[in-house]
């Protein structure tokens, strides 16, 4: 089976469905776009709304593909599935909303159509409960960034099931036709992007609030401090909508482990946004988010909203000394004696230190970390590069990190914060080339949560620990400072 596509089907029109579809007529595939029948407007209505926002947008290359593009309705057109030769559900994140979907297709689909999902969340593994073989042969997830046109990650996921042909074609597929870099992910939830990036939206949101950051401060944070896009951690959640975070971050943390650090940065339990959702504070879709534009034409104004009072005001131009003294230098941005200094070590710790826990157990390997986020959320350095970047502005110097190349570096996360050990000789545990892995620690008890990196030739992984080891000195300072003990992570 080669990359050709005479015929795909794109089930559920909102901003992802329509987006894909978009993208897949760039590639020349002629599309069907199928979504629920509305109460009001024509029966295919939601998905020729989607289409024409798709040309306002900017989804097509070309005016011209919208023409490859035919709306319909899953009641009218179902029939389209038939002979389809790819078919993507991008309805709402509901399990039971997919499942029973899934069982629609299975009934009339042809043999060999690629199924997939475009879900953010959930894993394979609970989308093909109860499905059969033959559905789980052909399914996979090929999870689009929004917008899908514009970027560059596909985290795709197969099953056990999954034949090894459909999982080569839809790579194929992926990468060669429609231009994306694919990233084989582990079934688990979230993949890795979102798995890191919602966490760290979480921490980067609640730590502003925690160190009294106005919306303006902390989205320059991020972007001037970290290299994430302009938008920042307020601007972002505008863009996406804060509307998702009832729906994703609810979802996510449901099937989460209970141990998982996202527990503690749960934003869906957040009154100040709760509030937000009640007035209908979605973002850029609805009357504003934490930035609103008021007025048209001369009489333009942006607003920003306040993070204490609730209430809007004037947008104002961010002037941070932390920023302004570090210029590009991580370590001193973080060491800055400010709340925006503080602010930036904090979510660099917990982003560093919640990577390094959950790579083993998402990703092959650090650099499909750092690529995911990098492709996926448009970010300059992944994680383990800010890591890097950090070591870097440590003075460290790249022989020094040859000469510790020998060594294991493992970093203990333990529950009352950070603690690193560089143990001489465990190269009887490294296992042929694998440069990142989890095993037990009986050792270190009482430590309750364990992550640690270790490499023996990946200079990536070593500057995972190393950063741990650094943040650990950091950490000693800040706490001996203030003069009081060890504080959770949390
Ligand atoms: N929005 C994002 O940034 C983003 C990014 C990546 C992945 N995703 C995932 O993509 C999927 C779609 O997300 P979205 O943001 O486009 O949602 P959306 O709410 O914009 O659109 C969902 C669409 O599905 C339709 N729908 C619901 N039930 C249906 C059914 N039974 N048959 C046909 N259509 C149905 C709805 O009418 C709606 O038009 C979700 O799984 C989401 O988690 C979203």
Same mark, same amino acid.
């Given at each position: ?70 709306? #319909? ?11 389809? +030769? ?84 839809? *790579? ?34 609640? %730590? ?7 919306? %303006?401060?902390? +989205? ?81 104004? *942006? ?48 982003? &560093? ?27 300059? %350095? ?28 493992? #970093?203990?996360? &333990? ?23 989890? &095993? ?48 959770? *992570?949390?």
């Amino acid at each position: 089976m080669g990359t050709s596509i005479k015929k795909a089907v794109v089930i559920g029109a909102g901003s992802m469905g329509s987006g894909i579809a978009a993208h897949l007529a760039n590639a020349g595939m002629n599309v069907v776009l199928m979504d629920i029948v509305p109460k009001e407007g024509g029966r295919s209505s939601v998905a020729e709304n989607a289409i024409q926002r798709q040309l306002a947008t900017g989804g097509f290359m070309l005016p011209a593909y919208a023409s490859l593009v035919r709306a #319909a309705n899953i009641e009218d057109d179902f029939a389209d599935v038939a002979d389809a +030769d790819w078919i993507v559900e991008a309805v709402i994140e509901d399990m039971a909303v997919k499942s029973n979907l899934y069982k629609s297709i299975e009934a009339v689909r042809k043999d060999d159509s690629i199924v997939s999902s475009n879900t953010s969340t959930i894993p394979l593994s609970h989308l093909t409960e109860g499905l059969g073989k033959r559905f789980a042969g052909d399914f996979l997830i090929t999870h689009f960034f929004n917008p899908p046109r514009y970027m560059r990650l596909l985290e795709l996921v197969s099953g056990p099931e999954t034949h090894r042909s459909t999982v080569m074609r839809t *790579r194929r597929i992926c990468d060669e036709v429609l231009g994306k870099t694919v990233i084989d992910c582990r079934d688990k939830p979230g993949f890795i992007a979102n798995r890191i990036g919602n966490y760290w939206m979480s921490v980067a949101t609640l %730590e502003a609030i925690k160190h009294g950051l106005t919306v %303006e401060e902390a +989205d320059a944070v991020m972007s001037r401090g970290f290299g994430v896009p302009k938008t920042g951690i307020f601007g972002l959640f505008d863009l996406v909508g804060i509307n998702l975070v009832p729906l994703v971050w609810r979802s996510l943390l449901d099937i989460l482990p209970k141990d998982d650090d996202h527990h503690h940065f749960d934003l869906t339990k957040n009154s100040f946004i709760g509030t937000m959702l009640e007035k209908g504070l979605i973002g850029r879709k609805g009357k504003g988010g934490f930035y609103r534009q008021t007025g048209k034409g001369k009489d333009r104004i *942006r607003e920003t909203i306040d993070l204490n009072s609730g209430e809007y005001r004037l947008e104002q131009s961010p002037t941070l000394d932390a920023l302004d003294t570090a210029g590009k230098n991580l370590r001193k941005l973080c060491e800055h004696d400010s709340a925006a200094g503080r602010y930036t070590w904090s979510v660099l710790k917990h982003l &560093v230190c919640y990577s390094s826990e959950v790579a083993p157990s998402v990703a092959d390997d650090v650099i499909s970390v750092d690529t995911a986020m990098q492709r996926g959320y448009n970010w300059s %350095e992944g994680p383990f590069q800010l890591a890097d970047r950090y070591l870097r502005d440590h003075g460290i110097r790249p022989h020094q990190r040859l000469e510790i190349n020998g060594l294991m570096s493992i #970093a203990v996360m &333990v529950d009352h914060g950070l603690g690193v050990s560089l143990l001489p000789d465990w190269s009887a545990l490294w296992s042929g080339g694998l440069s990142i892995a989890r &095993v037990p620690l009986p050792r270190h008890a009482p430590v309750r949560r364990i992550g640690f990196i270790w490499g023996v030739q990946r200079p990536h992984a070593h500057l995972a620990g190393l950063f741990l080891q650094h943040a650990e000195a950091v950490f000693r300072k800040q706490a001996g400072k203030s003069n009081s003990k060890r504080k959770p *992570r949390k």
